[in-house]
């Protein structure tokens, strides 16, 4: 398995995820984060069928085995323990950010035991802050969760239900053996380095299945999930050019240059055809 996959903490800092209850929170307001600094350390994100048309065109997608199973995932760096899509600065350089990152520092969590799920917020984010502090509150007057808090706890719950469904989509491309794996080359000019652990559709057989085994993809809803990830494979080369601008900031590190950067940096791109990217 890849390093890093699906993680989301900080270099030097252990995400403490708790339950939000009244009993705790009534008195503490949350802050919203303002970067993507907490991701800087995922290789992989999470990626599920309601926005998997979005990232197909930003970034690669492939599969990667957790516990015997495939997960889909965009991949947002070759380096171990660096996404190359943030910014020193905490700046999401891509042109799409996985809704896995946009409700932090809240998550959606198993409650141990059951088959239920939590509102959760990682407590060491510095993001969960005392009641006299700028914010927003968790609960009102009433006791009554606040717009904003219900708002992310039903964005959490469309993830999680699109997550699921996706799941599935996954375990019927597996069964009908189409997901190979995809070894990846780095050259960095002085020894060339194989990316192993990430997988892709293996699109000869893909086209060689049966009409009754397209059918019962095509059931699962698993097939746009298959061409997607086939098309966003021309990504590839984007990581040769975010190197270079990671470079670039890590050793140029002014406002100025930060402000010059374009919000979304997709047209510095040039994608090209094969599994090499070439780091200078």
Known sequence: MPPNVGNIEPKGRTPQFVGISREHHAGKKWQRSTGYGFAS????????????ARAALAMPLAFFLEADRFVF????????????MVAPDGRWLGGYIPACFRAYPFALLPQPGTDQTVLCID??????????????????QDGNVTPDLKQTFDFLKGWERSRKATDVAVSALAESGVIQ???????????DQTIAGLHRIDEA????????ALLKLRKASALPIAYAQMLSMGQLGMFEQLARLQ?????QQTSSLVAALPENIDSLFEMPGDDIVRFR
């Open 181 to 191: 794996a995809w070894p990846i080359t780095l050259k960095t000019g002085e020894a």
């Open 73 to 84: 995932a965009a991949v947002l760096s070759l380096v171990p323990g660096h996404n190359m």
């Open 41 to 52: 350390t995922s290789m992989l994100a999470p990626v599920v069928g309601v926005e998997i």
């Open 123 to 140: 407590a060491a984010s510095g993001l969960l802050v005392e009641a006299n502090s700028a914010g927003e509150n968790f609960f009102d």
């Open 205 to 212: 057989a893909l086209n060689a299945l049966s009409d009754d």
């Open 247 to 251: 470079a670039q900031l890590r050793a």
